[in-house]
């Protein structure tokens, strides 16, 4: 195991980060006006996936693990991805 | 229980008081305290049953009423399916033999495996208490569904939250067997050399970790609704009632694989040791496994052919459903071919793993005709339903759990029950199963709904062969039950290795010592080769 040798962010780093994920948030709160129907629910997802993933790779540490962790970690998003998907072909084609 | 002070120390015995087996982050007490309670609920949810099929055996009011019948069907499927059925196997089995069987002394998160156990009786008292508190027992069924469920006046928030707590357990008892699995093998023991029961817990535990959060946030909607009235699932608010229903059927049919996967894995263990052969097709199994954990994540609209979905997403469903059966399938293929020119031993483990094939194969087939679109229109919310869905619960989990304990019965606590009480209980286990569900299969084609407490008297014949089996059937788990519970204290002691497998649980005492090996076995080739020691 590697995981007692890892780097670590820095500061600067952090901070920019959550500058980013509060211009996201912004950024979500803002799409809610663009008024573009059924992918409404589509932009939100896409932007808390981003959120996410910045927050999995540098809050998290993810950028800094082994290979096999970001491939379990990707496989979990690309599964939720899928179910989610599924789900809303039932809304578009209904 | 007493030990002689002549018995070898063991988990067992190496501390003695209720405290000690309170307080124990030992993998194998906290799989007997799981057993234990899981046994408890078992019988009580099976009376529940009963009741519910001597109400039925004749049309009309005959010892309950219909608001009694509707609070105790739900109280039913919520015991048997969040306090029996999905812990059941991986939590007591997975627990005692998990760690044993990989080589480890412990599983990853000791102290975090006895939280999960105490996160699991707080859930199921609050369950309990659901039923019983201010005599409004939840009447929505076991699955809760909007809109009823958002608008009852009954405990719907009470037993909501149960199964929520409940979902807590499943994750962290998932999340360290999969630590468990990835970091503490045995040395040299690689992937393909881990038993399949490791296996099927380990795709067990993929689901449990991904799928339960997902019940958790949709529960916690219908509590929102409930409280807030904030109209996720109301269309008069903007929401969609068939909404609730793909999320809770994204957890609900994956967690039929929690059920199912670990009996599986069971039944894998007992048929190469009873044919003393080894195991027919061990990477296909493993496959098979997985493949079963992953497709089953894309099967869940099958459950709602009927309930408004888009003719896109019903083909789209009722293919993965078809797909599905393959690696199942695939499963009964290498049992049959494992037990096929071996030296078979029909002893109770054998005996009810057979049955399992059996059981599971008619609950696959029927499965069959309700993921096909045609015939599910006739067949949804019938009584068809509740008999697919018993065979496949009970008929596979159910009767691998009994395999699994009459299995592994003498090494948990090193003594032996009768076989002649063991033979004589499955007899009416297998006849009580089978005259309580198969007529439900013809009375559903013919179109008795399920969830209905009165029923049309043409019906009336298959509803009452249908309460003569249950009667049946509980004599039967009486026999069985009995049988072991007296056995585990008064039976004769049974060798370390009585059935001579070869997996690593059997190269240790019976009953296993505290932390299992005096030293970490080294695995020097794959499972299951009954000419070969299974360590150096």
Redesign the interface.
Known sequence: MKNHTHAVSTDRANWTVLLILLLLTTLSVLAIKLQVGAFTVALALLLASVKVTIVLTYFMHLKFEQTILRVMVGGVFLLFAIVIGITFIDYLFR | MTYTSSEPLNYLNHKTGLWSWLTSSDHKRIGLLYLYAITIFFCAAAILGLLMRIEKMAPGQTIMTAQTYNGMFTIHGIIMIFIVVIPGLAAVFGNIFLPIMIGARDVAFPKLNLFSWYIYIFGAILGLYSQFANGHSPDTGWTFYVPYSAEASSNVVIALTAAFVLGFSSILTGLNFIVTIHRMRAPGMTWFRMPLFPWSLYATAWIQI?ATPIIGITLLMVMAERLFHIGFFDPALGGDP??YQ?LFW?YSHPAVYVMILPAMGVVTEIFPTFSQKPVFGYVPIVFSSLAIALVG??VW?HHMFTS??????RW?FSLLTFIVAIPSAIKVFNWLSTMYGGSVDLKPPLLYAISFIFLFTIGGFTGLALGSLATNIQLHNTDFVVAHFHYIIFGGMGFGFFAGIHYWFPKIYGRMYNFKWAYISWGFLFTGFNLLYFPLFVIGIQGMPRRYFDYDPKFQTGEFLSTIGAFILIAGLAGMISNLVYHARKGPKAEANPWHGVTLEWQVPSPPPHENFDEIPVITHEPYLFDKPATK
């Open positions: 991904l068939v909404l793909h994204i994540y894309f609209g408004g979905m888009s003719y896109e997403s789209f």
